[in-house]
């Protein structure tokens, strides 16, 4: 496996977990990732190693026994010179965690169970982040060839609140030539706001103000508006530099994370739909379901579930193969979205079998009338690449609240009623009503 950036000597990495297991996983994922990996069972231990070896990162358990995570993190900011940034690994829930480990001087955390694309980003982006904070902090007469190699955005703001230095990777991602940003206001030059917010006011060095606290600032997914008025996606990280306990400048460093962002919404999309008809899938129904109905149950409204299973579709794929049934499912799909209003909803469980989700229906006639279209328009032969197809569909209703009070109890009632319609003839519907000593009534067919 490639390292994760070229370097010329290799990256020194502390792992400091009382889970022996997570140890593990930890030295064989960074060491795949060419990174030197030292272990640490607890607090104590590594506070021992710190002290005779020198760390590019520490990976730091935030609950361990004994010293925990943020008082090993302090103790390691107070005791160096030069100490290396920390990222916490938890599987805590509680906000007071995260808080402690932030006032400790941690740079940021992850979670359990561990994402390890994300884990590999966000090293990445922590060791380039401090490799340019340090380069600034320990400036020397190229330190600005150096930064001007550097892949992220690096902006340097001086005490009047000036820019005072910019890379070209930072004019690239603003649209700005250099000449044009150097002695402006940070402020009018970096429009920024807080993910999906329309508000471009976020000071992103707000170190500068007299009563705001006196540290980096880390944000994440921020939108940044560039020359020409278009807008990126941005993780940045904001350092304040000191001259004594004076801040006396600033420098910003921040990441475009727009392609990061698009591979989550496409990885996001393709979790919740389905690939052939792009509609939305049985993973998607099953968190969608029982939200309708906490949602009919606190407005008081009926809510309908039809589960079609389509007739003859199984000659249709014996007779001319899978492609063209995947192409007649396609068609299906269409027929059945294009009838339904803006507050219905239709999922693909899989196979040849749909539902239905009627959130806006008044009472069971409208349920029906729903179910006879579907019907009538699944009878309507299917052309495809020249092949004329005949299918049907056998559709079971559940009605909430009349026959079922959750998700599951309404999918299994309208399950066995769409057999039911199978058992007598297919190509009908049938609603599910339970009645007196457990024997179920299946009524309402298509005339």
């Known amino acids: 496996m490639a390292a994760l950036f070229p370097s010329t000597s290799i990256s020194s990495i502390l792992v400091v977990d009382d889970d022996e297991v997570i140890r593990l996983f930890l030295r064989q994922f960074l060491e795949g990732e060419l990174f030197n990996v030292i272990e640490a069972e607890n607090g104590e231990s590594a506070l021992e190693l710190i002290a005779t070896n020198s760390f590019d990162l520490i990976l730091l358990d935030i609950a361990m026994p004994g010293l925990d995570g943020p008082s090993v993190c302090k103790k390691i900011k107070n005791t160096l010179e030069f100490p ?78 000036q820019i005072n230095y910019i890379n070209p990777a930072a004019s690239r991602m603003l649209g700005y030539d250099t000449g044009e940003v150097l002695g402006r206001p940070y402020r009018e030059i970096f429009c920024v706001s807080m993910p999906n917010s329309d508000s471009f006011d976020v000071d992103c060095c707000p170190f500068f103000e007299i009563d705001a606290p006196k540290n980096p600032f880390q944000y994440d997914e921020l939108q940044i508006k560039r020359k020409k008025g278009d807008v990126f996606s941005a993780d940045c990280k904001a350092t304040p530099i000191f001259n004594g306990p004076d801040v006396v400048g600033g420098v910003m460093v921040f990441e475009d994370v727009t392609e990061r962002l698009q591979a989550q919404n496409i990885i996001r999309y393709m979790a919740d739909h389905d690939s052939l008809t792009n509609l939305p ?12 109905i906490s949602l009919a149950e606190r407005h008081n409204r009926m809510l309908c ?3 079609i299973d389509l007739d003859r ?3 249709v794929n014996d007779t001319y193969g899978h492609a063209i049934g995947d192409m007649v499912l396609v068609q299906v799909a269409n027929r059945l979205s294009k009838m339904l209003r803006t507050s219905d909803s239709i999922c693909r469980l899989g196979g040849d079998e749909f539902v239905i989700l009627l959130e806006s229906s008044g009472n069971i006639k409208g349920c029906e009338m729903v179910a006879a279209k579907a019907i009538k328009s699944l009878n309507e032969p299917i052309e495809v690449d020249d092949h004329v197809c005949y299918i049907g569909a056998s559709i079971g209703i559940s009605v909430f609240p009349e026959d079922c009070s959750n998700a599951e109890t309404m999918l299994r009632h309208a399950d066995i ?4 319609a199978k058992k007598k003839g297919r190509n009908c519907f049938y609603l599910f009503n339970e009645l007196k000593d457990n024997e179920v009534l299946i009524s309402g067919q298509l005339p």
């Open 84 to 161: 290396p940034p920390v990222l916490m690994i938890t599987a805590l829930e509680d906000d007071d965690s995260v808080d402690r480990s932030f006032d400790a001087g941690a740079i940021d955390y992850i979670r359990k169970p561990i994402h390890w694309p994300v884990l590999k980003n966000r090293i990445r982006y922590i060791l380039e982040a401090h490799k340019s904070q340090a380069d600034l902090e320990r400036v020397s007469e190229n330190y600005e060839m150096i930064l001007d190699t550097a892949a992220n955005g690096i902006c340097g703001v001086d005490k009047k609140k």
């Open 281 to 292: 899938n049985r993973n998607y129904f099953h968190k969608r379901l029982p939200q309708a």
């Open 305 to 307: 579930l039809l589960f």
């Open 313 to 315: 579709f199984k000659p």
């Open 417 to 420: 009623a769409m057999y039911q």
